[in-house]
């Protein structure tokens, strides 16, 4: 790997520290999911690359936290439990401010960086 | 080293990392990373290919250890379980860093008024605030080469001494408390 793809993960890297709550939070607004089924939704559908030593840290902060909540289902289709997520009360308005907060900041930065091509 | 007994082994060293935690979360997390290894297995993938995300068992724990010392910390209200925890922030956390320091500092001042304090006790004469005809002044145990030196407090010393063992142990727990909380509200604001 050289010196400038090294840069340019680490610049990826603080970039997705800053969103990956944020997309975490609007997956589970869909439905309730389980660790690695949001892993790949988020890899494949969000772009993001995370491990699983980022995601599950996270779940169980967020589950602390009160903005997600989590219950063991054993399903008829697998053959052992998984532990599924679900968004709180407080992890929907959470993910609203932050939707919120990301699509006001994204449509003016994209509009400022965009100024000169206009 | 087939892929089962790979993950089991993996997942053993985890269980031991964990040792610290809460025995329910420390089955939780075990569980949990068992069945999403399990899963990736059965999808196809490699022991080591499925275990690659997660690091070494020390980086996997650490995260989880931390959130268990802080949150025990904070809610148990005990100075030795905010030590412990700041301790495992101090090299990447400034704000744990100079929290300890601040303690620590603040915990040398209590021993240093506790000293004085027991010093007097034994040797009421020899310790003080003492004051010579060359406007001298000498704090604590008089040096036997001071001559003439008049203690200048009296009884106030041991006043002053438990007055500053009580403050500087209020600073030092309030450094730790601050700097805990600030640890946790950085950590609730960053993924």
């Known amino acids: 790997m050289t010196s400038s793809d090294k840069s340019s993960d680490t610049r990826r890297t603080q970039l997705y520290k800053g ?3 944020l997309a975490l939070l609007s997956l589970l607004d869909e439905e309730p999911q389980y660790g ?39 399903e008829a289709d697998a053959s052992h439990p998984r532990k599924y997520y679900a968004l709180t009360a407080i992890g929907q308005a959470e993910l609203n401010a932050q939707r919120h907060d990301w699509l006001t900041l994204t449509q003016n930065l994209n509009a400022f960086l965009l100024r000169r091509s206009s | 080293m087939n892929d089962a007994s790979t993950i089991h082994i993996w997942l053993n060293e985890l269980e031991r990392a964990l040792a610290g935690l809460p025995e329910a979360s420390r089955r939780d997390i075990v569980n ?8 990736r297995v059965a999808a196809g993938l490699s022991a080591r290919s499925a275990l690659h995300g997660f690091g070494t068992v020390k980086d996997y724990a650490r995260p989880f250890i931390e959130d268990f010392l ?3 910390a904070i809610t148990s209200n005990h100075s030795l379980h905010m030590i412990k925890a700041l301790v495992t922030h101090s090299a990447r956390s400034i704000v744990a860093f100079l929290g300890l320091t601040f303690a ?14 027991i010093d007097k006790i ?6 003080g605030y003492f004051t010579d005809a060359g406007a001298n002044n000498y704090i604590g ?11 200048q407090l009296g ?17 030092a727990r309030l450094c730790l408390r601050l700097s805990g909380f600030a640890i946790v509200r950085a950590r609730s604001q960053s993924a």
């Not at chain 1, 690359?49 to 995601?55: H, K, M, P, R, V």
């Open chain 2, 122 to 127: 034994g040797s009421p004469d020899k310790v």
């Open chain 2, 32 to 39: 949990e990373a068992r069945a999403h290894l399990e899963d």
């Open chain 2, 141 to 151: 145990r008089l040096p036997t080469s001071a001559l003439g030196a008049t203690e």
């Open chain 1, 19 to 21: 969103v990956l709550e």
């Open chain 2, 70 to 72: 802080l949150s025990r």
């Open chain 2, 104 to 117: 620590a500092a603040f915990g040398g001042l209590t021993l240093i008024n506790l000293l004085w304090l």
């Open chain 2, 155 to 171: 009884p106030w010393w041991y006043v002053l001494t438990i007055a500053g063992i009580i403050l500087s142990l209020f600073l």
């Open chain 1, 36 to 74: 690695l089924r949001i892993l790949d939704r988020l890899r494949e559908g969000a772009g993001l690359d995370l491990s699983e030593g980022t995601l599950y840290p996270l779940l169980h902060r967020l589950n602390k936290a009160g903005l997600i909540l989590s219950e063991w289902r054993h």
